[in-house]
């Protein structure tokens, strides 16, 4: 948060959303908005004065408009990734591939958590362990809920879509239950069965877990494994960097 009493913009940019949060001592203001929606992103802002925008992208170029109407409100963007430099070491052999986001959020998870095994639950389901020694291990990708529940129609429309309700898992008794069942429970085994695996892979033992992206209340509701949830790891993490120099 801002000390000064004005607001601090953090922007996540991802493929399909523009989620944006003004953090001050009083409130926490926060839209998910369409990045192709016109006047959008000015109607949020209102008449709000920044104390400072940091934002990220896992989209070339997402932030150009952004950019053009905070400069246009004398406020400089400064993004991750390019302004503001990962302070992680990264276990990738070329530090590049790993996507802003996700070490955006393990930074966050780091100053929350300490050593903490971190599950991002969007389009795509990632994973990292990050240590309390500054290092982020990224992990396995696979696919997120909808994506998974988007499959499925595509490749069998004849059944009817999952409406994304956390099943108790009991006997399906029709056929919308049978999909939910194999959706919903997919979805958390596949999160709970590659976290244990990752864990055992990286010889690490007692990591906290930590969920977050959209779709992480779904997992908590359905997992068999404790998760701690932590809806606004991407946004502590970009509040982090705003304090870098």
């Known amino acids: 948060m801002s000390g000064s009493g004005r607001p601090l913009l953090t922007i ?14 009083d409130a926490v203001r926060r839209a998910r908005l369409d990045p192709g929606e016109p006047g959008a992103f000015d109607r949020f802002l209102a008449d709000h004065t920044l104390h400072a925008a940091v934002g ?3 989209v070339r170029g997402g932030l150009d408009s952004v950019r053009t109407e905070l400069a246009r409100r004398g406020v400089a963007l400064r993004v991750a990734g390019e302004d ?32 903490a095994l971190v599950v991002d639950c969007g389009t795509a389901v990632t994973f990292c362990i990050v240590t309390c020694g500054g290092a982020v291990l990224p992990g396995p990708i696979g696919p997120g809920l909808r994506t998974l529940a988007d499959g499925l129609s595509r490749r069998a429309p004849a059944l009817p879509g999952f409406d994304f309700v956390p099943a108790g898992m009991p006997l399906p008794r029709a056929t919308i239950d049978a999909v939910r069942f194999g959706v919903g429970g997919g979805f958390a085994a596949l999160v709970d069965g590659l976290a244990a695996e990752f864990a055992e892979r990286a010889a690490v033992a007692d990591l906290i877990r930590v969920a977050t992206g959209g779709d992480a ?3 908590l509701a359905t997992s068999r494994a404790p998760w701690q949830h932590a809806p606004e790891l991407v946004h502590e993490g970009l509040a982090l960097l705003a304090g870098s120099p």
């Open 84 to 115: 503001l430099p990962c302070p992680l070491a990264i276990g990738y052999d070329d530090p590049r591939q790993l996507g802003v986001d996700r070490w955006v959020a393990a930074l966050a998870a780091q100053a929350r958590f300490g050593d």
């Open 56 to 58: 990220l992208s896992v």
């Open 12 to 25: 996540d940019r991802g493929n399909s959303t523009l989620d944006c949060r003004l953090a001050s001592r």
């Open 217 to 219: 209340p779904f997992l």
